[in-house]
């Protein structure tokens, strides 16, 4: 069964700094696109980076400058830097990750259970 387990998240201070981890476990022969989403309360999902295999990546408006998305391919792992915390970026953090199984099967789409990031004083 393949997993996508998130680490790292908790609270922390205003301008202060975390850094997120997700890996992909289990049965897998190939993992591609990788990307981190957020939910805050009452709010919609919103990509907050991706990053392809390549390391081609991509931001929200709204954590340019301050997030940085990275990967280990060997790990099949993707980080997420997050520096100058605003309260506003208070949400649930969830991993996203597109992969295949095995060479018979498509490639899809796999979400981790999710991390919560808490930006208060």
Not at 72 to 96: F, H, I, R, S
Request: hydrophobic share 35%; charged share 15%.
């Amino acid at each position: 069964q393949v997993q996508l387990v998130e680490s790292g998240g908790g609270l922390v201070q205003p301008g202060g700094s975390l850094t997120l981890s997700c890996a992909a476990s289990g049965s897998i022969i190939g993992v591609a696109t990788m990307a981190w989403y957020r939910q805050a309360p009452e709010k919609q999902r919103e990509l907050v980076a991706g990053i392809t295999r390549d390391a081609i990546t991509n931001y929200g408006d709204s954590v340019k400058g301050r997030f940085t998305i990275s990967r280990d391919n060997a790990k099949n792992t993707v980080y997420l830097q997050m520096n100058g915390l605003k309260p506003e970026d208070t949400a649930v953090y969830y991993c996203n990750a597109n992969l295949r199984r095995t060479w018979t099967t498509d490639w899809e789409w796999s979400w981790g259970q999710g991390t919560q990031v808490t930006v208060s004083s």
